[in-house]
């Protein structure tokens, strides 16, 4: 019982202040979250509202203009290439597209982790490959090209190879975005069972409002760089905020116009 | 008048922060191609084996066809203009020395920037619009050693390859039109271009064709590394990368054969 409190209060993922810039723009202003061992966090937003940025700074691809970032414990953004190298085996990450690599069997894709991390003969690879696509429901695909499958397909034979080290921290990128309504329930249905299953921590990135309350232990909600909220998924429901509510009924922002600003950006001089 | 200056700059600090880009991307491949096996994250010689297949073994007809070309072309002018010298016999060393100096390294140059160099960036390009460069990241393997490294070793080992072959065919096609018109055997033409040839020209073209290999890959790399805006985005950095490593390549060229050929 100890165990389990203590797992459940310890945080995983912490994000402190972070600040990211692209180019001179502010992307994300003082970001604060965590993330606790076994839950699934989802990140939610609109477009342009960070969301995809933040993932990228959480996989350690981009450098944070300020701010820390600790996985597991250990800050990310002062890590040494070898350590970060040591961490990525602690990571699973399933991008929006899938992004299998085209030159490589199904098969070969999901043992690329293993060839690179372990010094597995062959035929385990083969045979930790094949159960990671039973998990998946895909067994019997693996010789296939990642262009003979469908958009489903795709997304669950990148969950298997972003599994298949069995990390304690997965991240799947807009798991529903082009996929039927049943395909993305059966995908929601899957990420469940992994954290049931395999234990790990999940941060799922997505606009699918359905899809999030159904797999969510919390949400974060993102717009314009900043957290509106960060809460379990009625906290969000029953928020009053005018922009989440925005969010979840689908209404339109609406945009305050500065007359004398919106003159200026038309004529192109200052008014 | 501004904004020209202003565009200027914009270029001028461009084509710097390209320059430190491809340097940097040099010195990285360089890194893991020495200390990959100490970090147990050593560069695959199937990578190596498959990139020198399809830059340098597949590329061999191309070669051989362009170079027995140049060669051929090459006795035509010499024999015409040495004509009224009564000197035609001197063709023989002329074009002996011009493949192997010069010829046969641009020709191949200009024939693998276009086949392979236009590849390279279509591949990463396609890979980072893709995503795939970040899922080799975060898989925990960097591109540089998985993709950059195996390129500028496989070009570094065929560009040569591929240039000594280019002097043999080359050489060979001016025996060929030389035979037809001065009666002259092929295996005396042959014989005689072999003797007038030091070790020090073959090594000019060689040298120049290592020199080729290294901007190939660095731009083919840079133009595909920084593909952005779709499958548009990825047909612009190839054309990029075509034309920019061909107009290095000849530039550089110009500039290795003043500080090669001058003594």
Redesign the interface.
Known sequence: MTEKIKQQTEDVIQIENLVTHYGDRQILNGINFSVKKGEIMVVMGGSGSGKSTLL?YL???NTPTSGHIRLLGKDITKMT??EM?GM??N?G?A???G????SMTVGENIQ??LR??TRLDENTMRIMSRMKLEVVNLAGFEDLMPSQLSGGMIKRAALARAIVMDPKLLFFDEPSAGLDPVVAAELDELILRLRDAMNMTIVVVTHELDSAFKIADRITVLDRGEILICGTVDEVRNSDNERIHNLLNRKPRQEIVDVDEYMSRLTGQNM | MKIFVTHLGRVFIQALEELGYAFMLFIESLQWIVLGKYKKQSVRIEHIFNEAMNIGVRAVPIVSVLCFAVGMMLAIQGLETLKPYGAQSQVVTGIAISVTREFSALIVGILVAGRSGSAITARIGTMQESQEIDALRVIGIDPVRYLAAPMLIAMLITMPALTVLGDFIGMLGGAVYTSMELGMSIKTYMDRSFSVLVFYDVMQGLIKSAIFAVIIVLVGLINGFQVKGGAEGVGHATTRSVVMSISLIVIADMIFTYFLTRS
Do not use: C
Not at chain 1, 99 to 102: D, I, M, T, W
């Open positions: 990228r996989l350690g691809l290439a070898d190298h990525r085996k990571m990450v991008f929006q597209g992004a299998l690599f085209g690329l982790p690179e991390h």
